[in-house]
């Protein structure tokens, strides 16, 4: 289990040293996480080889998500101490909030209709073909 700790806390130092050098509009963390998702994708095996690594990442991951909640308290915090600068830009604060929110539900459906309508064109391909995918 330790071995996976460090792996995750080594790329999200990866992602925190990329974004100091690079100056990236991305958090580190976020650049972590997409180095340890790349580098699971294109191992040899794919991501669910069944490595022992592989088990050791999953276990922690399970265990950091089901004490996610103390991960939240520092941020919940942070944001009681700020509580003046909330109320005086409430207004941005919550314009914000629902456009991204609204952007998300566009994209994603966007992005779903798109993979819908692929997926419909490659099964019809495939029986025109002969060929039966499930």
């Known amino acids: 289990m330790i071995p996976a700790l460090l792996v995750l806390l080594g790329c999200e130092l990866a992602g925190d040293a990329l974004h100091q050098m690079v ?3 991305v958090p580190g963390p976020v650049i ?3 180095i340890l998702a790349a580098a699971l994708a ?5 991501a669910s080889s069944g490595s022992p690594i592989t ?3 999953e276990q922690v991951a399970e ?3 089901r004490h996610m909640g103390l991960l939240f308290v520092p941020a919940g915090v942070g944001l009681v101490a700020e509580i003046d600068v909330l109320w005086s ?3 941005p604060i919550a314009a914000g909030l629902i456009g991204s929110t609204l952007l998300s539900l566009a994209v994603t459906g966007l992005v779903m209709h798109w993979s819908i309508r692929r997926r419909a064109a490659r099964r019809a391909r495939d029986t025109v073909q002969g ?4």
């Open 42 to 46: 294109f191992r040899k095996g794919g």
């Open 32 to 34: 972590g996480m997409s």
């Open 131 to 134: 060929v039966e995918r499930g």
């Open 23 to 25: 100056g990236l509009p």
């Open 89 to 91: 830009e409430w207004l």
């Open 55 to 57: 088990g050791s990442l």
């Open 63 to 65: 265990t950091l998500i």
